[in-house]
């Protein structure tokens, strides 16, 4: 099966061990072209919308990546996952143009 057509994996936001702040919401995971036409994966990790600023800064989003790629690597999808960070407003309001 080619890459485009198999399905993104899920992951399970409860099962993963994630940092108590900031808070994830949600994880959206959609296949991807990369810049040299390979096929990926392009993982929003959508944080609390009141997520603030400096908390955008902590060590906190950066260990919820690296949680989230692992957990997403670990599902044996030999496709590399690309990470964008929003809080859900901003996905929906992107998601609305």
Wanted: net charge positive; with cysteine.
């Amino acid at each position: 099966m080619h890459p485009r057509e198999q399905p993104p994996p899920s992951l399970d936001l409860a099962k993963l061990k994630l940092p108590g702040k900031p808070k994830v919401r949600r994880v959206v995971i959609e296949p991807y072209v990369d810049h040299t036409g390979g096929d990926e994966l392009l993982v929003w990790i959508l944080f609390d919308d009141a997520t603030t600023d400096r908390e955008f800064m902590s060590p906190g989003v950066r260990e919820a990546e690296r949680v989230i790629m692992d957990a997403v690597m670990a599902t044996g999808d030999a496709r590399f996952p690309y990470t964008r960070l929003l809080r859900s407003r901003e996905y929906r309001r992107r998601r609305a143009c």
